[in-house]
């Protein structure tokens, strides 16, 4: 598998925040790859590189081009791309 | 002079040997960044290390070789053994190895490669005896080593051998 050709999730076991995305992608049908990484903050440097924060959940979706942090944000983007009126 | 200890003699294998195609599997594979599940078959070409849990020190003593041997410079080496993706994070972390670890509690990925190993005195706890396998692209085996004894340490001259014809 190559870095960026699949959707990518990047989350932290037990969190929320990351569960209401991925229940999000469940309920569209969609595959992706988990990428969990640590409580620590400091020790989430793959994720900055990728988004710009250490926050997780963060999301890559090649087929848009499209890096995402925060859950809200990631639903709404799931909605309106893959949801009712999306492609 | 007279040492007086036993080595344990482990019981007979039934490893995978040369020639033979590799089992695959899937289990989380852990960088030093973060980790996500992944085949044998998506790292192949490898070498895979199978190791008793960290911590131990035969876990110890075999990663600072392969690092101190810079096997990883020369091939993907990927590890097993039963800790968690928590533990095998820190571990690479602290003894510096650029390698990646497969993460099995279960020991099911031991037990297929038929290099298991109960451990006496730790009721319901098993992880692999130390075992290496070169597995080319194809998922052929083309070499195969496996611990006889409790503890032995792979043949790490051999090894490398098996390393240049990745």
């Not at chain 1, 969990?36 to 440097?45: A, G, K, N, Y």
């Amino acid at each position: 598998m190559t870095d960026h050709d699949k959707r990518t999730l990047y989350r932290l076991q037990a969190c929320p925040f990351c569960e209401r995305v991925v229940r999000k992608l469940e309920g569209y049908g969609l595959d992706y790859e988990s990428r969990f990484v640590e409580p620590l903050h400091s020790e989430r440097d793959s994720v900055r590189r990728v988004s710009g924060s250490r926050t997780v959940p963060a999301f890559v979706d090649p087929e848009t081009g499209a890096t995402l942090t925060e859950s809200a944000n990631i639903v709404e983007y799931l909605d309106a791309y893959y949801g009712n009126g999306g492609t | 002079m007279e040492l007086g200890f036993d080595v344990v003699e482990l019981p007979p294998h039934d490893a995978p040997s040369e020639g033979d195609e590799a089992p695959d599997f899937v289990r989380p594979l852990v960088n030093d960044e973060y980790w996500e599940d992944t085949a044998l078959s998506e790292v192949a070409p490898a070498l895979l290390v199978f190791y008793p849990m960290n911590g131990s020190f035969p876990a110890t003593y075999i990663w600072q070789e392969v690092r101190d041997r810079g096997w990883t410079d020369e091939t993907d080496v990927v590890g097993v053994t039963i800790s968690t993706p928590y533990s095998h994070k820190r571990f690479l972390d602290e003894y510096g190895v650029d390698a990646r670890l497969f993460a099995d509690p279960s020991n099911d990925v031991a037990r297929e490669y038929g290099v298991e190993h109960d451990l006496d005195g730790m009721e319901g706890v098993e992880e692999p005896r130390p075992a290496v396998f070169a597995v080319d692209d194809d998922m052929t085996v083309e070499y195969a080593w496996v611990a006889e004894e409790h503890p032995e340490f792979p043949p790490y001259d051999e090894v490398v051998g098996a390393v240049d014809g990745l």
